[in-house]
């Protein structure tokens, strides 16, 4: 492709940045339109939506909420808009923003805000999704809380009828329930894959999950969820945010309250507080493959390709300097989706090693086959911040 791939590509991200900065215009215009709008026939604004929803053919609710998005962006973050407008995140981000911090006061909005936009235009929507967890739980560990505990109380079971004898079943709950079910999901299914099952991974996976509700059981299948809690906050000394593997961050008062189960095990995970990166893993019984592999799952809990967030446990351990030649260890091994794995190892792309300090905490830059090049950082999994605010 060459070339004219890479010209292709460019416009491509030429194009997005204007239909951004489109997103932005629209944001403005529907913010005036529903300030202008109030009159002595309207005062208080209650049939702005209507004509709105006229004008754009859409339905009510969408028009009703398109005013509330224009409105929050434009009231309450206006950074946010700003980096909308300057084309660097696209609307989905900036509904994020908006979405999470509505739990927030103006002022702890505005600090969240300040701590991720500068950076938001380099993260995938699920990385900055991370993020804000992270920075709401800091910002209001109360509100926080609040939230998650109505989220839970509206657990539910939801079964549709499709077409052409299809169905779809729907599970809202924990999620450290729904993500130990889906782990143990896909155990089974790959255990059966390794049998010569000819069907899909996915086919398999559905089939496995219907079979557990029935009854079926898979005496095979063990299956753990990380859950990372900072010493300080176990203790009762503070209330960082606990942090769930394959999920992210959690409310302090949840982490503890999972901890406190009695099917819990706890083991030592030595992190940087100044980095809140993983150092080391304890082990009752050494054995250095089974530490080296829970080490690798905890310090990059997702594949480390380009704003890949396929969990660790479902990654291979790819060599960063190809085996025999490169070691088997923490610093030549980094968890990669099948698809990452197979574009580097025979797509073109290309993982170069960097210095911490040099580069600003960043361990690898990745380089695709048409030349762009993609940095990665691990992402904490204890709040650096903390540490950083006691030091200071």
């Known amino acids: 492709m060459g070339e004219r791939g890479r010209e292709l590509l460019e416009r491509l991200d030429t194009l997005q940045r204007v239909a951004n900065t489109v997103a932005a215009m629209q944001v403005r215009v529907l913010?005036?339109?529903?300030?202008?709008?109030?009159?002595?026939?309207?005062?208080?604004?209650?049939?702005?939506?209507?004509?709105?929803?006229?004008?754009?053919?859409?339905?009510?609710?969408?028009?009703?909420?398109?005013?509330?998005?224009?409105?929050?962006?434009?009231?309450?973050?206006?950074?946010?808009?700003?980096?909308?407008?300057?084309?660097?995140?696209?609307?989905?981000?900036?509904?994020?923003?908006?979405d999470a911090t509505e739990i927030l006061t103006d002022d702890q909005a505005t600090q969240v805000e300040n701590q991720l936009i500068p950076h938001a235009e380099d993260w995938t929507p699920q990385q900055l999704n991370s993020r804000l967890r992270r920075a709401v739980i800091r910002a209001d560990p109360d509100a926080a809380a609040k939230r998650a505990e109505a989220k839970r109380?509206?657990?539910?079971?939801?079964?549709?009828v499709l077409d052409d004898g299809a169905g779809l079943l729907q599970i809202h709950g924990d999620v450290e329930r729904t993500s130990l079910a889906y782990q143990r999901i896909h155990t089974i299914a790959r255990h059966l894959k390794t049998t010569g099952d000819d069907r899909t991974m996915d086919q398999i996976a559905a089939d496995v999950a219907l079979d557990l509700m029935a009854g079926k059981n898979f005496q095979h299948a063990k299956v753990h969820v990380w859950l990372t809690l900072p010493a300080t906050t176990a203790l009762g000394v503070d209330e960082q945010p606990g942090h769930l593997a394959g999920y992210g961050y959690l409310p302090a008062q949840r982490a503890l309250e999972l901890a406190a189960q009695e099917d819990t095990t706890w083991q030592r995970v030595l992190t940087d507080p100044a980095t809140?990166?993983?150092?080391?893993?304890?082990?009752?019984?050494?054995?250095?493959?089974?530490?080296?592999?829970?080490?690798?799952?905890?310090?990059y809990p997702t594949c480390t390709g380009p704003g890949c967030r396929q969990p660790a446990h479902r990654c291979d351990q790819d060599h960063l300097v190809p085996f025999p030649t490169g070691p088997t260890n923490q610093?030549?091994?980094?968890?990669?989706?099948?698809?990452?794995?197979?574009?580097?190892?025979?797509?073109?792309?290309?993982?170069?090693?960097?210095?911490?300090?040099?580069?600003?905490?960043?361990?690898?830059?990745?380089?695709?086959?048409?030349?762009?090049?993609?940095?990665?950082?691990?992402?904490?999994?204890?709040?650096?911040g903390e540490y950083s605010r006691r030091a200071g």
């Open 31 to 98: 913010a005036e339109f529903a300030a202008v709008d109030r009159d002595e026939l309207d005062p208080a604004g209650e049939f702005t939506h209507l004509e709105v929803a006229a004008v754009l053919r859409s339905s009510q609710p969408y028009a009703r909420a398109r005013l509330e998005f224009a409105q929050a962006l434009t009231t309450r973050l206006p950074a946010t808009l700003q980096a909308l407008q300057e084309g660097k995140i696209d609307e989905y981000k900036a509904r994020r923003m908006v």
């Open 331 to 384: 610093d030549n091994l980094r968890p990669l989706c099948r698809p990452h794995h197979r574009a580097k190892t025979h797509g073109g792309w290309r993982a170069v090693t960097t210095n911490h300090q040099e580069a600003d905490k960043i361990e690898l830059v990745w380089i695709t086959k048409n030349g762009f090049r993609f940095p990665y950082e691990p992402e904490p999994i204890t709040d650096p």
């Open 276 to 299: 809140g990166h993983v150092l080391d893993v304890g082990r009752h019984k050494y054995r250095p493959p089974a530490a080296l592999r829970d080490h690798l799952r905890l310090r």
């Open 153 to 160: 109380a509206a657990r539910h079971l939801r079964h549709d």
